[in-house]
């Protein structure tokens, strides 16, 4: 009987050892230095809402954002927005993950004339296609619209249901 006992402690011992060999590999230390960029968890547990962001399809992180300063070993002050007046902008190590930078992450906007109530004109410019969905009881048309937004410098194709 402590013959058996003696073998299952080394198996239970070898196991231990094998899926914490796994776990090493995988984690890393991580260390930012000031004005380094960093993404931020959004909500690290499902029901709460941070940033006022929720739902299905919420992202995961948010950002990128600058680092301003390393308040201890494992804690950082971010350059946050200032419409998250409300969030404290210190957080720990484990809520960030390091952007590394790419140009095809750049977007360019257009520029728009907005009016003086900050909303734009679209004007329909052609009609690309029609299709008829067929369902059991009714049909669905939709038409493919090439809009000709006032302002911008090239104009856009969507889907438009009516």
């Known amino acids: 009987m402590i013959e058996i006992v003696r073998k299952i402690r080394e198996r239970i011992k070898e196991a231990q050892d094998r899926q914490k060999s ?71 190590v484990s809520q960030l993950r390091k952007y590394v930078f790419d140009p095809k992450h750049v977007i360019h906007q257009e520029e728009m004339m907005l009016n003086p109530d900050l909303s734009y004109e679209e004007k329909p410019k052609a009609i690309l296609d029609r299709k008829v969905q067929q369902l059991r009881n009714k049909s669905i048309p939709s038409v493919k619209v090439l809009w000709d937004t006032m302002g911008r410098k090239r104009p856009c194709g969507s889907w438009k249901l009516k």
């Not at 299905?56 to 419409?83: C, D, F, H, N, T």
């Open 22 to 92: 796994y776990a090493d590999v995988r984690r890393t230390d991580l260390h930012f230095s000031v004005g380094d960029k960093v993404f931020l968890k959004v909500s690290p547990s499902k029901g709460i809402a941070r940033f006022g962001v929720k739902g299905k399809l919420r992202p995961r992180y948010i950002g990128p954002y600058e680092i301003l300063e390393a308040v201890g070993p494992v804690a950082y002050r971010l350059a946050l927005q200032s419409s998250f007046g409300n969030v404290q902008n210190v957080f720990h």
